[in-house]
């Protein structure tokens, strides 16, 4: 079987027939947990807070920090796969990549965006 054709016709009939069991499995009553239906689920009221809280943006820029790692850790995995075709230029190319990488990384330590002494606390 053709590749293309698994993709163009299996894969939607597949879908089709996993909403179409979606939709005769699932349970047309309401949930009984009524914070399911409130618009936030952390267990505080929002008509009780006022509008201007503190926030810690530590956690914030932690976690922006570790999605651009992330996303550029993802662009290694072309380089794994195809490793044997590539030639030492890149090779090369990705040691470059990971040294700027590893300087970015550095970077944020110094400008303590990434405290390393908080990771000591938790």
Do not use: W
Request: glycine residues 2%.
């Amino acid at each position: 079987m053709n590749s293309l054709l698994m993709l163009f016709i299996v894969v939607p009939i597949l879908v089709v027939v996993l909403l179409f069991l979606n939709y005769l499995l699932a349970s047309s009553t309401p949930s009984p947990d009524a914070a399911k239906n409130d618009p936030y689920e952390c267990g505080f009221s929002p008509d009780n807070t006022p509008s201007n809280n503190l926030f810690s943006i530590h956690h914030f820029a932690t976690a922006l920090c570790f999605l651009v790692f992330d996303l550029e850790i993802t662009a290694f995995l072309p380089l794994s796969v195809s490793m044997y075709e590539v030639s030492i230029f890149g090779t090369s190319f990705a040691l470059f990549f990971f040294i700027i990488l590893t300087l970015g990384f550095v970077l944020e330590i110094s400008q303590s965006v990434i405290r390393l002494s908080d990771l000591t606390k938790v």
